[in-house]
């Protein structure tokens, strides 16, 4: 679980993140506020779209983090460390990227649902390159696209 702020027409805005082990993104909420109770309805929605109940959350130091797991999420394991955070930290630069790419977002709603629709996309196309061959790699993106191709179908 991380979070990162976002300007939109000039005010500050901040996108909670939460990303698997695999550095997959599982869900996004786009809110005005860092603080506890934001954290808590982070995390209330997380178990909802998930399939089952994470052993451990790893966040950085913000304080809301400590509570929201406890009342939400009892018996899960919390650390906190800025170096165990990597996988969060490094989803977020695919964000940057298609803010700049757009120019910008224009207000939080529509900017939330881009990039919670994206989010889910980017896994498909972007696999861990760096644990494949050279073969491997054309496979696993072949079948994205031949999976993109036959739901949409082109």
Same mark, same amino acid.
């Given at each position: 679980?991380?979070?990162?702020?976002?300007?939109?027409?000039?005010?500050?805005?901040?996108?909670?993140?939460?990303?698997?082990?695999?550095?997959?993104?599982?869900?996004?909420?786009?809110?005005?506020?860092?603080?506890?109770?934001?954290?808590?309805?982070?995390?209330?929605?997380?178990?909802?779209?998930?399939?089952?109940?994470?052993?451990?959350?790893?966040?950085?130091?913000?304080?809301?983090?400590?509570?929201?797991?406890?009342?939400?999420?009892?018996?899960? =394991? &919390?650390?906190?460390?800025?170096?165990?955070?990597? #996988? !969060?930290?490094?989803?977020?630069?695919?964000?940057? *990227?298609? $803010?700049?790419?757009?120019?910008?977002?224009?207000?939080?709603?529509?900017?939330?649902?881009?990039?919670?629709?994206?989010?889910?996309?980017?896994?498909?196309?972007?696999?861990? =390159? &760096?644990?494949?061959?050279?073969?491997?790699?054309? #496979? !696993?993106?072949?079948?994205?696209?031949?999976?993109? *191709?036959? $739901?949409?179908?082109?």
């Amino acid at each position: 679980m991380d979070e990162v702020y976002l300007t939109i027409n000039g005010e500050l805005f901040y996108l909670w993140r939460a990303v698997d082990q695999h550095g997959v993104v599982l869900d996004i909420l786009m809110q005005e506020r860092r603080n506890a109770t934001t954290a808590k309805r982070c995390f209330k929605r997380l178990p909802v779209s998930l399939k089952y109940k994470p052993r451990k959350i790893v966040t950085d130091g913000l304080r809301g983090y400590s509570v929201a797991p406890r009342e939400v999420l009892p018996g899960v =394991r &919390h650390r906190t460390s800025r170096y165990l955070n990597n #996988r !969060a930290e490094n989803s977020h630069r695919p964000t940057w *990227r298609r $803010e700049r790419q757009m120019q910008r977002f224009t207000s939080p709603g529509p900017a939330e649902r881009f990039l919670l629709a994206h989010a889910m996309i980017h896994g498909h196309f972007q696999p861990r =390159r &760096h644990l494949m061959v050279g073969v491997q790699h054309r #496979r !696993a993106r072949a079948k994205a696209f031949r999976l993109q *191709r036959q $739901e949409t179908c082109a």
